[in-house]
T-cell receptor, first 113, second 111 residues
């Protein structure tokens, strides 16, 4: 069945450094790839998403890249800040066939001041 | 964000009891979903609904049932709760399959 693998499970960086989280997906028909941030005790919230007709998307300090051939996509956070500390989830879906998201296992990012 | 409301926020129940988790939304979205979150396993899809007459099983539907009472309401039931159903449960909505809005979650403990 459909599967999304996410790595690493935990990531610790110094404030100001960059962080990269990687995901691979199994369903070659997937065409929508969002990233969610979940702060402690809070609900997941969408931070950025990309569709399969685009290879890269940026929003200030965050960016997502997509490699359809290899079936993987990555989240890049530059100039990390302590408030970036959270659990990040990647997900994939066939947007035009229902949109049920399959999530990765999550990455706990810790940014040390 | 009060757009997607889950009740209760926390619940402790005994093994074998029936329990219902409720979700209501004011976003006017047709699509609603139930996920459970376990440490190290991410969010796993239990059931989803694209409209009142459309209910679909997700990855882990065994032991669960749902009811879509109206466009705005989607309830999740555990017919006979067991300890490994202890988890954080999230309801979510979307308009077209993107931009999910999650509820605040229900933390369920089965003892």
């Amino acid at each position: 069945g459909e599967n999304v693998e996410q790595h690493p499970s935990t990531l610790s960086v110094q404030e100001g450094d960059s962080a990269v989280i990687k995901c691979t997906y199994s369903d070659s028909a997937s065409n929508y790839f969002p990233w969610y941030k979940q702060e402690l005790g809070k609900r997941p919230q969408l931070i950025i998403d990309i569709r399969s007709n685009v290879g890269e998307k940026k929003d200030q300090r965050i960016a997502v890249t997509l490699n359809k051939t290899a079936k993987h996509f990555s989240l890049h956070i530059t100039e990390t800040q302590p408030e970036d500390s959270a659990v990040y989830f990647c997900a994939a879906s066939r947007y035009n066939q229902g949109g049920k998201l399959i999530f990765g296992q999550g990455t706990e990012l810790s940014v040390k001041p | 964000d009060a757009d997607v409301t889950q009740t209760p926020r926390n619940r402790i129940t005994k093994t074998g009891k029936r329990i219902m988790l409720e979700c209501s939304q004011t976003k006017g979205h047709d699509r609603m979903y139930w996920y459970r979150q376990d440490p190290g396993l991410g969010l796993r899809l239990i059931y989803y609904s694209f409209d009142v007459k459309d209910i679909n099983k997700g990855e882990i539907s065994d032991g669960y049932s749902v009811s879509r009472q109206a466009q705005a309401k989607f309830s999740l039931s555990l017919e006979s709760a067991i300890p490994n159903q202890t988890a954080l449960y999230f309801c979510a909505t979307s308009e077209r399959g993107d931009g999910y809005t999650f509820g605040s979650g229900t933390r369920l403990t089965v003892v």
